[in-house]
């Protein structure tokens, strides 16, 4: 098989009822890609923004899953359900009272800012070496740890009773499915997700990212790759240092380069304004903590 | 105001645009006031408003067997629509390929791309697409994602009680036309040829109109106060509404007697609003009976009419 050594970031707009690893598969296939993954999970039943990292661009994946998220969550209040939305058992449901916007938006207030939050049953975490979901599935509920959370903002776009539409920035970590059963028991009437779209990962937003159709359609990567950002586009928050031609060198063989500046990480251009990597400097050292190789054409092995 | 049926009759002058969607049956206050709120939108937006419903309404195409009966015809929605200032009304036929449509097809290829709609005016418990899986939530949604305000109309309440058509269906089952025409908004009417009956009005003495309605009633038997109305006239009607159980004819049927009126209304089109409830509808124990009765009807209407008249 002939393969492809571009590096290159494709925001994807993630379908209905497809795990996010099996849009990896499928863009594995059709981009013949040997190194290819995603920016953050999105469960199966949510859509919108999932980022594919392709060739190099894979090794910015820690960088990736640290960028802000905004969603748009539609919360269906009177439904509790064990697995948080609706795709999972009634649990209990009440009659949900008329609720004005002043009464929703007093209950959302704690919900914002550096909050803890207990993770769901049914989540990929690990418990004692076991997914959490896989214990869940047999009945089991382990007591977790609340975790620390960032949430940025949520903003009530719209209050049709029995549902809410929220939109919710936030950093890693945070469960919406988790924010709607909570919401649900402030508000004393049980909550759980009706649906969730992702609208945005970092500088990635879903109204540029490839549609789900033209991902199952494809039948060649070049429509996909147009659409493809350099793998630089995930780093735009990060400061830029552009080293000299033996700098360069140096720099992509290991070293450290002296370069001043303030401390912290920051993006490495070469002499020829390729990304070499991601520096982290401290005074004016600047080490290499991640390096990527340009897309060299490599030879190719046909199979015998 | 401009009348589009379907969808490919759709012109580019009309987009961008502010749309009531709904299936709008009978066009009670609720529905009025959606439409209205959607024209004054347009207006404030200098954009056209357009009146965006189905037909066959959709109910009765994808339940026939038990979907409740329509209480008003297109050609009288229509009319009202007009009369709420509406600059066009687009007529989707409604069929089951097209209940197939998902939810986010409906809002793309027609909401968006074939209306070019600005805003969406759309009562709290609208659904839309396959499976009903548009919700007034997904609307508001999908909104905000395609550059459009979903305004959702919370219930409409008159007196405590929640205007809906099916609220309006149920007081006319019961044969409360004054109840409905105060959710209306209007009387409950209906249109109907007058037939050649049996005659046997005239030998009892008092001539009625034998209407054929052109649809199945949602009204509950019974004797009305009405005004009928046809081409070139109008005169208040004692209406009677139901199945003759005296003479033992298994027909639905409707009968006007016209207060002082004399003339020939044969084949005419008749339409008759109901306005009040005289009596149910009962059987005689012959006919000097029925005529008594029928005599104390017409009293009663006539009186009602004169009270009526004098207190405008």
């Known amino acids: 098989m002939i393969r492809d050594t571009r590096s290159g970031i494709l925001p994807v707009d993630k379908g209905p009822d497809v795990t996010s690893f099996q849009v990896v598969a499928q863009l594995r296939r059709v981009l013949r890609a040997p190194k290819i993954g995603h920016g953050g999970t999105l469960d199966p039943a949510a859509t919108g923004l999932l980022p594919i990292l392709i060739g190099e661009a894979t090794k910015l994946t820690p960088y990736l899953v640290e960028l802000d998220k905004e969603y748009l969550a ?7 359900t064990n697995t948080q939305d609706l795709a999972g058992a009634v649990l209990e449901s009440r009659l949900v009272p008329e609720l004005d916007e002043a009464s929703i938006g007093k209950a959302l207030a704690p919900f914002v800012g550096l909050i803890r939050q207990v993770p769901p049953m049914y989540s990929a975490l690990h418990h004692e070496g076991r997914r959490l979901y896989e214990l869940a599935r047999e009945g089991v509920e382990v007591e977790r740890q609340a975790r620390e959370v960032t949430v940025h903002a949520i903003h009530l776009e719209a209050l049709t009773l029995p549902d809410l539409v929220l939109r919710v920035t936030c950093g890693k970590g945070f469960y919406v499915r988790t924010l709607a059963a909570d919401l649900g028991a402030a508000l004393g009437t049980g909550g759980a997700l009706a649906r969730l779209v992702r609208t945005r990962v970092g500088p990635y937003r879903l109204e540029e990212a490839a549609p789900w ?4 359609s494809a039948r060649d990567g070049e429509s996909l790759w147009a659409r493809a950002l350099p793998p630089d586009s995930a780093l735009q928050a990060m400061p830029a240092a552009r080293l000299s031609e033996p700098a ?17 990480l920051v993006r490495v251009y070469g002499a020829d304004g390729a990304l070499v990597g991601i520096g982290v400097r401290r005074g004016a050292l600047l080490k290499p903590e991640r390096l990527l190789h340009a897309d060299t054409p490599r030879s190719r092995v046909l199979p015998a | 105001m401009r009348i589009l049926r379907g969808l490919a009759s759709y012109p580019p002058d009309l987009r961008p645009c502010v749309t009531a969607l709904g299936a709008f049956d009978g066009i009670h206050l609720g529905h009025a006031l959606l439409i209205s709120t959607a024209v004054e939108r347009g207006r404030a937006l200098g954009l056209p408003s357009v009146v965006c419903t189905f037909d066959p309404h ?4 994808l339940w026939p067997d038990r979907a409740s009966r329509p209480i008003a015809t297109l050609d009288d929605n229509l009319e009202r629509m007009k009369g709420l200032g509406a600059d066009a009304a687009l007529i989707i036929p409604f069929t089951l390929e097209f209940s197939r449509m998902e939810a986010e097809a409906f809002v793309d290829d027609i909401l968006v791309r074939t209306l070019g709609v600005r805003e969406v005016v759309v009562g709290f418990n609208h659904t839309f697409g396959h499976d009903a899986r548009g919700t007034a939530a997904l609307l508001a949604e999908l909104g905000l994602r395609r550059g459009f305000t979903a ?16 609220a309006i269906r149920h007081r006319l089952g019961e044969g409360d036309v004054s109840r409905a025409a105060e959710l209306l908004g209007h009387p409950y009417a209906i249109t109907g040829t007058v037939m050649r009956g049996a005659g046997r009005g005239r030998t009892l003495g008092f001539p009625t109109a034998n209407l054929k309605p052109d649809r199945p009633l949602v009204l509950a038997p019974g004797v009305y106060g009405a005004r009928a109305s046809w081409e070139g006239g109008a005169a208040d009607a004692v209406v009677n509404v139901g199945y003759r159980p005296t003479f033992g004819e298994n027909q639905y049927w409707v009968e006007a007697y016209l207060l002082d009126f004399s003339g020939d209304l044969y084949d005419r089109t008749l339409r008759i609003e109901f306005l009040e409830r005289i009596r149910p509808e009962m059987k005689f124990s012959g006919v000097d009976a029925l005529k008594a009765q029928v005599m104390a009807d017409i009293e009663a209407a006539r009186a009602r009419r004169d009270r009526r008249e004098r207190s405008s």
């Open chain 1, 74 to 80: 539609t919360v269906r209040l009177g439904v509790s």
């Open chain 1, 213 to 216: 159709n033209l991902v199952l």
């Open chain 1, 248 to 264: 360069t060198r140096a720099f992509a063989n290991g070293q450290s380069v002296t370069e001043p500046g303030a401390p912290g």
């Open chain 2, 58 to 61: 959709p109910a009765s195409v």
């Open chain 2, 151 to 166: 305004r959702v109309l919370p219930p409409f309440r008159l007196q405590g009680q929640t205007v809906s058509s099916g």
